[in-house]
């Protein structure tokens, strides 16, 4: 098959690197891609958020199958009009991808199938939002009700963390605000591909989405993850399954828009019982870095055989192993930050099925890897053990001479004080 990959971050160079390890991938190309995506396939400069223009480029270039990395293209359509022409393409339609687009969609598809989530109330309106706010107190979660990148979150544990959330997101045209109960516990991420009668479990991670060590500092899009998370046991799986993810496919496939693609599922779990906090229509990042490294070849199996309506007949083969990613990120991310800063050490680092850096925010210049975003590179391992893995991945980090950027040197310490 000759595969396009839409999206230029360190999900799409890791989905690339696992397309990239099977047979069937005869023709490889990521649009826009990253300065990481020449060393495994072609990049493309393309307008992945226009429909037109991206089945022009399948036409032209003679693609089968196009993975569509991040939602923005979703929610534009993308997947809706490549089934016009005939091209399979892995995501769910722009309708189906309202579960992400919005949250107050969500939230009502959860209220009519009975899925467990926060208590939440939507506004359109400061003055009204204010006086929920006023009445409810804190802790609360203030939420942008459309796309932020991962990053349209403030949990807010005192009233004046709240009231300038809400003034920062109102100072937007046409906003909506959704303002939630905040749910104790332990967060998870866990994974579903879903053709639209069928859904096939393919794995759970745990993100660390405050930007420093402790879990201190804004939240970010993602400062690392690792997979599988002890948390997600075969029975609270069976749970997430029964109780969140089945009636949520079955409520979708009863409004007519039944859903074809990966539904990620941001779960609580608190004493036994898992709720929802919301969903994703795209693999999570950095959470894909870690999955892909453990599926491997399979994964473009698995997605194309979801595209097809095939995924019966599928089954995931998992290794006993565990997988985690540290995010490299610009100094001052999740705020301002500088781009432009050169990076070295990369050449000398081992590149094979145990140990990969794959890059998000970089370019080239002049011969140069430069930084080109928030966050610009996810150095990733596997391991026999969740702490083999992790001393692969920090050894990795330690030898990347990039002295304006900066990480967390935790990433895993739940597990691993757990085990």
Known sequence: MNILV??????????????????????????????????????????????ATVTAFCADEGIDFVVIGPEAPLVAGVADALAEVGVTAFGPSAAAAELEASKSFCKQVCAAAGVPTADWAAFDSAADARAHLAQKGAPIVVKADGLAA???????????????????????????????????????????????????????????????????????????AYSPAPILTPEMEAQVMARIVEPTLAE????????????????????????????????????AQVLMMRLGAQALDLMHACAEGRLAEMAVHWADDHALTVVMAARGYPGPYRSGSAIHGLEGLPDDSWHMVFHAGTRVEDGQLVAAGGR????????????????????????????????????????????
């Not at 999900?11 to 060393?39: F, M, S, T, Y």
């Not at 608190?270 to 999570?284: D, I, K, P």
Request: proline share 5%.
């Open 6 to 51: 839409l999206g230029g971050g360190g999900r799409e160079h890791a989905l690339a690197w696992a397309i990239k390890q099977n047979p069937k991938c005869d023709r490889l190309v990521v649009a826009p891609g990253n300065a990481g995506i020449p060393d495994i396939g072609e990049t493309a400069a393309l307008d992945i958020l226009d429909p």
């Open 150 to 224: 991962g990053k349209g979150v403030t949990v807010a544990r005192d009233l004046a963390t709240a009231e300038a959330a809400l003034e920062q997101l109102f100072a937007e045209p046409d906003a909506t605000v959704v303002l939630e109960e905040m749910m104790e516990g332990e967060e998870a991420s866990f994974f579903v591909l879903c053709d639209g009668e069928t859904a096939l479990p393919i794995g759970s991670a745990q993100d660390h989405k405050r930007a420093f060590d402790g879990d201190e500092g804004p939240n970010t899009g993602g400062m690392g």
């Open 252 to 287: 979708m496939a009863r409004r007519g828009t039944p859903y074809r693609g990966v539904l990620y599922a941001g779960l609580m779990i608190h004493q036994g019982t898992a709720r929802l906090v919301e969903y994703n229509v795209r693999f999570g990042d950095p959470e």
């Open 376 to 419: 610009v590179l996810n150095v990733t391992a596997r391991g026999g053990t969740l702490q083999q893995a992790r001393d692969r991945a920090y050894a990795m980090v330690d030898r990347i001479n990039w002295p304006e950027g900066f990480c967390r040197r935790d990433i895993g310490w739940r597990a691993l004080r757990d085990a």
